[in-house]
Every structure is written in C-alpha cells, then in structure tokens.
C-alpha cells in the first residue's frame, strides 16, 4: 500500500505524516519500505510507527476508523 501501513489483510493506516515520513525513506526503484509499528491489540483503531530518525513513535489512524475501532486482533474476522 502507498503511503500507509497494513496490517493483516483488513485493516490499513494512512496519514499526512506518514506519507511524509514515507516520502524521505523511499528508494528510488520505489519498493515497499518496512516500519517498525506497535499497536494496543484489544483496540485497532490505530497503530504507532517508528519515525527512526526522531527515535519517537507517531499515531496512525485506520482509514475505516469505525470498523477498526469496533474489533481486536481477537476478532473471529479480523487480520
């Protein structure tokens, strides 16, 4: 996914800052790039991601936020 985060195969994270973010870390050949992400897993809603030249974690919000924050990563069909 460009400019987002994906994490299983339901739910995706987009933001203006992270697409900054993606932006100053994109190679050239335009591969994907893979970021540290942490997440409270009773509550997808959102995740955090790893800005490694600041050592600090930004929020990313799912872009179906009502879907996302109604389940948990415990969810018969979620992830």
């Known amino acids: 996914m460009r400019n987002g ?5 339901t739910i995706r994270y987009s933001s203006v800052r992270l697409a900054r973010y993606f932006g100053h870390k994109t ?3 335009m591969k994907s790039v893979r970021v540290r992400i942490k997440y409270d897993p009773s509550c997808l ?16 919000d799912a872009i ?16």
């Open 45 to 60: 809603g959102r995740v955090y991601v790893l800005d490694e030249t600041k050592e600090e974690f930004f929020a990313v």
């Open 5 to 9: 985060v994906r994490l299983g195969t």
């Open 27 to 29: 190679c050239k050949d």
């Open 64 to 79: 179906d936020a009502d879907y996302a924050y109604s389940v948990s990563e415990w969810s018969p069909l979620c992830l």
